[in-house]
């Protein structure tokens, strides 16, 4: 397996709800990563896990709270967002720190 | 040609053509630096990667060259097919004690038959 699965892809939720987004990998990597990209942006560093423990928060605002609950799993528990919080989220994982990431397809998040 | 605006840079080339989309990378401890290629409605897909002490690598039909000097990347695609047609972004990582890819702003690709 050498894939970064999401889920789900795609997810409108209200202002007042709480979901989380799902990252899962099986190649052994040991750092594992949130992004956010807007529309026509780049991907913007949101989280940096390694080893599981978190090692970079991009100063995130709190309704944003990850959790890594072993080393093949990422999770982005989403609460009280914000309509500006609609996004591509993406996920990625590398063997290494300073090595190649490898992302996966994302989460189309609406917020409404 | 390019078109910078509003929206993202767009380079338009003709199939067949080479293609060089540039970048300026902001950090020069930056030691570590990736191209990735972005199709609508994907993740980033990782094309090809340099580290500091080269300044060329090659991979298929792909070339990434480095300037240090100027903080400059380059990424040259030969015989630009329609299947190039993406956005192209450049990261930047510090390898000096934190993990952190930081992206560029992204170009467009347009390839006409």
């Known amino acids: 397996d050498t894939e970064v699965t999401q889920t789900p892809k795609h997810l409108v939720m209200g202002m007042t709800n709480k979901k989380s987004l799902k990252c899962e990998q099986h190649?052994?990597?040991?750092?594992m990563y949130w992004y956010k990209q807007k529309a026509k942006k780049p991907p913007e560093l949101m989280f940096v896990?390694?080893?599981?423990?978190?090692?970079i928060n991009e100063s995130v605002p709190s309704r944003f709270s990850p959790e890594c609950p072993n080393s093949s799993l990422l999770n982005l528990h989403l609460h009280a967002l914000q309509p500006e919080d609609s996004a591509l989220y993406l996920c990625?994982?590398?063997?290494?720190?300073?090595?190649?990431?490898?992302f996966g397809s994302g989460t189309r998040l609406t917020v409404v | 040609g390019e078109s910078v605006g509003l929206h993202l840079p767009t380079l338009s080339v003709q199939e067949g053509d080479n293609s060089i989309i540039n970048c300026a990378y902001s950090?020069?401890?930056?030691?570590?630096f990736i191209w990735y290629k972005q199709e609508s409605g994907k993740g980033p897909q990782f094309i090809i990667d340099?580290?500091?002490?080269?300044d060329k690598r090659q991979g298929q039909r792909v070339t990434v060259l480095l300037n240090k000097t100027v903080k400059h990347l380059s990424l040259q695609i030969a015989a630009t097919q329609p299947g190039d047609s993406a956005v192209y972004f450049c990261?930047?990582?510090?390898?000096?004690?934190?993990?952190?890819?930081?992206f560029g702003a992204g170009t467009r690709l347009a390839v006409h038959p």
């Open positions: 990625a994982s590398s063997q290494e720190e300073v090595d190649i990431l490898l």
């Open positions: 990261a930047e990582n510090y390898s000096g004690g934190y993990n952190k890819l930081i």
């Open positions: 896990y390694s080893y599981e423990k978190l090692s």
């Open positions: 340099i580290r500091s002490n080269m």
């Open positions: 950090n020069s401890a930056s030691d570590y």
């Open positions: 190649m052994g990597h040991r750092a």
